[in-house]
């Protein structure tokens, strides 16, 4: 079975304030996979790109034991490119160009043996073809969801079609405003569980996120690093972590969703120290569990305090 990721597969090119590369693995998928293959296996990725993409890449997936018998590779073909640029504050991105190549007639086919998948990450692609995937499959449990300002101005009945058949849904505090038309947060957050989706993690960038259940809400901080290198890639990476955390102990209760999020912020923190995927690359168990930890630190606080 394992863990299904479905996403873009891209070659970014990035300018922050403080340098710019070009044409460096990216893609929401490949955030995805890697951040959830620290705490679980298989993953099993499905995307798609061309025959420019470099082996090496497909290397370094295998590596970390993602599966890719779910990857197209067009003969002749382009892979996604995408190009952004950061602002001094790094929470305001321009999207530069977006070539779509191959993506442009991505058709997600889910390997036979991947169809019985419990649990499944539907990264940021365009809503019509999310649901092609959640038509594929035999019976998901635990549907995890992420979107973008785009599909919402674009392509929102489909939107709501998979929202309706999402257990999870993870979008930034923008978005969420721009979903509900509704500027408060927590309004927001109940207007969007009346969507469909039992849960809902909003992240507010440098600021954290926050986690809404039927009836709790869990306010996780952003770990504070002095050198953010590249955000790009921080949502998915979140994302990976969360699910792969869940995936793992496959028990949905509020704790676990609670420490999902935190190592979902922890393996985030660890992407944008660096360019592309790198940051996220080469981590031990250990790393990552040091940095929760700290993350427990950062807001906890003992109540015998008088007042
Ligand atoms: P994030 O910073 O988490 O929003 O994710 C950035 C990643 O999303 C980059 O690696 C891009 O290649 C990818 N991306 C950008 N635009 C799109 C799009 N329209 N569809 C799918 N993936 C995209």
Redesign the pocket.
């Known amino acids: 079975m394992g863990l299904l990721v479905v ?6 090119t ?1 300018e922050t304030p403080f340098d710019k590369i070009e044409n460096a ?4 998928s ?2 995805i996979s890697l951040a959830a293959s620290y705490f679980t296996s298989p993953v099993h990725l499905v995307g798609i790109v061309g025959e420019d993409f470099d082996e090496k890449y497909i290397q370094m997936l295998e590596d970390h034991g993602i599966d890719l018998d779910g990857l197209q590779i067009v003969p002749g073909g382009k892979t ?3 190009g ?1 640029k950061y602002h001094y504050d790094l929470n305001i ?1 321009d ?1 530069i160009f ?1 070539e ?1 190549n191959v ?1 442009e007639n991505f058709n997600p086919v889910i390997p036979e043996k991947s169809r019985k998948s419990k649990f499944v990450m539907l ?4 809503p019509n073809l999310q649901l092609h995937v959640l038509d594929q499959l035999e019976e998901p449990q635990f549907v995890v969801t ?1 979107t ?1 300002n ?1 599909w919402i101005e674009t392509a929102l009945e489909d939107l709501l079609k998979v929202l309706k058949r999402t257990n999870v849904l993870i979008i ?1 505090d923008s978005e969420a405003r721009l979903l509900t038309n509704e500027s408060n947060l927590i309004k927001a957050a109940k207007a969007i569980m009346g969507m469909g989706p039992e849960y809902l993690i909003i992240k507010k960038g440098e600021h954290g996120a926050l986690l809404f259940g039927e009836d709790n809400i869990f306010s996780a901080p952003a770990y504070p690093l002095e050198d953010i290198f590249d ?9 990976g972590g969360f699910i792969g955390y869940l995936d793992h102990v496959r028990d949905l209760n509020f704790e676990n969703m609670k420490r999902a999020v935190v190592y979902g912020s922890a393996m985030a923190s660890f992407a944008v120290e660096k360019f ?1 995927t790198k940051g996220i690359e080469d981590l031990t168990r250990l790393q990552i569990h040091d940095r929760f930890i700290e993350f427990r630190e950062l807001s906890r606080f003992d109540d015998a305090g008088k007042f």
């Open positions: 996403g873009s597969i891209a070659l970014d990035v693995l990216g893609g929401s490949v955030y996604f490119r995408w952004g991105r999207t977006t779509l993506f990264g940021n692609i365009q992420d973008m785009l930034n955000p790009t890639g921080a949502g998915d990476t979140f994302a592309s």
